[in-house]
């Protein structure tokens, strides 16, 4: 698409859009759009999203003893505060830049909790994870919904988790063939484990620094007529294609907001039955050797325990689009 169309002017940039809106589309020139669109915003965050998720249970595998609960809590003391400014940062840097950043970051240190020596370093390792971890998520959810009008962004952040928890759940898999590199170069099978974990996350921190998505108006795969069609579709639905200027009485308006604050509850009794599950992990694998012998006879490996969710995530998915067209009468397939 290139950099021309992303320096015009604002103004001239809305008055472009809003003319597009007036334009007979013809429906195959809209669905390879959106199709390129999909392509290219959702499988590589999916599959950094997964990762992500796998190197938060890896520590399931150690023998850590009652230290495993203060490891997992501890991890959560720079990841919230830090999950607040991260999509003003990822403005000031740029969408592609400040992803990488985080992901090359929290890759380095996976690969570096292979080598810790201490409980006292891997503490540091689960901080600092946390830390990075926590500027990936907000500044993607929020990228995703500028591409899409307001009835289909719950239909593809629905495809990004399933993808992140289909993709995270044959992480046992790939782990027990790792446990077979025991023993080489002096290192165990858990060294191994965050090793080549860090090394496929920083990996996958390249491939963000090439492919990752941006806003509409600065994408490089679209042409510019596709590109203003794509912010068109969003100006029309909400008229907020373009993103404004960001100020203290915005924030404030919006906090003041107690919808607003009806969201996280509604995300705490979704997410809990889902952390519940993933508590099986730690049962099965002897951290609480007292409750394990209650969750054997479900016989449960990683695989079907992540595949729980799956249903709960469809249902989820589907009930927000049937809530939706219940109140607007609009087609949402």
């Known amino acids: 698409m290139g950099k021309e169309f992303s320096e015009k002017p604002q103004i001239e940039l ?145 495809v990004f988790y399933l993808a992140s928890i289909v993709i995270a759940g044959f992480s046992g898999i790939f782990s027990y063939g790792i446990t077979f590199l025991h023993g080489k170069g002096g290192l165990g099978a858990w060294n191994w484990i965050f090793i080549i974990e860090g090394i496929l996350t920083l990996v996958l921190g ?34 907020d294609a373009l993103a404004d200027d960001m100020t203290v009485a915005k924030v404030l308006h919006h906090l003041c907001d107690w919808i607003l604050w009806a969201y996280p509850l509604m995300y705490l009794s979704s997410t809990m039955p889902a952390y519940a599950i993933g508590c099986l992990n730690l049962f099965m694998t002897g951290t609480v050797a007292s409750l394990t012998a209650m969750f054997r006879p479900f016989h449960l490996d990683s695989v079907e325990r992540n595949g729980l969710q799956y249903t709960g995530l469809i249902a989820s998915r589907d009930a927000s689009l049937c809530e939706y067209n219940i109140q607007t009468g609009a087609s949402v397939l």
């Open 206 to 239: 390249i491939l963000t620094l090439l492919f990752a998505v941006g806003f509409p108006q600065s994408n490089k795969f679209l042409s510019e007529k596709e590109t203003k069609f794509v912010l068109a579709r969003v100006q029309e639905d909400r008229g």
């Open 14 to 158: 809305v008055e472009e859009i809003e003319r597009m809106q007036t334009e007979t589309t013809n429906p195959a020139f809209e669905k390879k759009t959106m199709q390129v669109s999909h392509w290219r915003l959702l499988p590589l965050p999916a599959a950094v999203h997964a990762i992500s998720l796998v190197d938060r249970a890896n520590l399931g595998g150690l023998d850590v003893g009652n230290r495993f609960s203060l490891l997992s809590g501890l991890y959560f003391v720079l990841y919230i505060p830090f999950l607040l400014p991260s999509n003003f940062y990822a403005r000031i840097f740029g969408v592609r830049l400040w992803l990488t950043i985080c992901v090359i970051s929290w890759g380095t240190v996976q690969l570096g909790e292979g080598f810790v020596k201490s409980w006292n370093q891997l503490l540091a390792c689960r901080i600092l994870l946390g830390a990075f971890e926590a500027g990936f998520f907000p500044p993607l959810v929020f990228i995703i919904t500028t591409w899409y009008k307001r009835h289909e962004v719950q239909k593809r952040l629905a």
